[in-house]
């Protein structure tokens, strides 16, 4: 469910795909799928992730698929075509050809021929030098053993476990199975920085095995003598489009990255130049048609949606003002 090394490298360089043996094209689907796929199918292709959670229709089950309810040919036409009436997402405007037909191939040979596990994230190289210590916690984080289940009812080594998955594992396995029965907490980290990541204190960056060249984009800006508007849209903004557009505004976070298009780098003079206040209300009421970006009419009041403009216009880029026309006051 979390990202892989592979992904931040992905997220930097152009993918290459040569179309040459069917090993080669799962190995080059593989890399793809990791990076691209993975967030709500899982690595495991069985869709037991949080993202799924908010997801109806859910993403597709691969590994409950045989090869005869799912041919390599048809998820090739899900790639191109998308699903509609789902989260699924035509990917031809984003992917190659060839690397449509790469992602096919692995997702047809790992989950439904081989039934195999893909890979796993937490290795040594991503920062899990002995993740078996964690065993006893494991079923608490696949779902194997639902967290709400008494604790009167567990073994010495499953309470042990469940113990173990509250003090460490539950920061990001906060719903393991995904399921309407399991218990919700309040945060659901759908994203989450690895590798003794701090909000406060800047991680070296490396882009092999973590997500920390993305750390510094999530650290709000320090900003004092906001007026009240403007302390209401910090608060506004931090809570709800931090998560796309970064804490600092940039949309360079991980799931700002993530995301196709990217969301809006608020701190962009060559495009925030060009962008009035009237326009950028407009955006978060309305919505931008074919991106990430919702309408926040149902969400935010007007007077919510003019606290995050006095915020964005005072911490990333000013919001240009149309005066009124002289011509027009007269009459």
Known sequence: MRALAFAAILAVLPFQASAT????????????????????????????????????????????????????????????????????????????????????????????????????????????????????????????????????????EQARGKRLFLDTCITCHDRGASTDQEMVWEARPLSYPRNNFSYTIPQNVDATTSASPYALHDIPPKLKRLTRSERKGEKLFQSNCAFCHAADGTGKNWIGSFLEPHPRNLRDTGVMSRITRQRFVDVVREGLPNTSMPAWKSVLSSQDIDAVADYVNRAFHPLRTIPADPQNAKR
């Open 21 to 156: 043996s069917s090993r080669d094209l799962v190995t080059e689907g593989r890399l793809i799928y990791n990076f691209r796929c993975y967030f709500c199918h899982g690595y495991s292709g069985n869709a037991k992730t949080v993202a799924a959670s908010f997801l109806a229709p859910p993403p597709a089950d691969f590994t409950g698929a045989s090869e005869a309810t799912l041919s390599e040919s048809k998820i090739v036409a899900t790639l191109k075509n998308g699903r509609p009436g789902t989260a699924m997402k035509s990917f031809a405007s984003v992917l190659s050809d060839d690397e449509i037909r790469a992602v096919a191939r692995f997702v047809f040979d790992e989950f439904v021929v081989r039934k195999a596990t893909n890979t796993r994230y937490h290795t040594a190289e991503n920062g899990w030098p002995d993740h078996e210590r964690y065993r006893p916690a494991f079923p608490f984080a696949t779902g194997a053993i639902p967290l709400n289940q008494a604790w009167e009812t567990l073994s010495p």
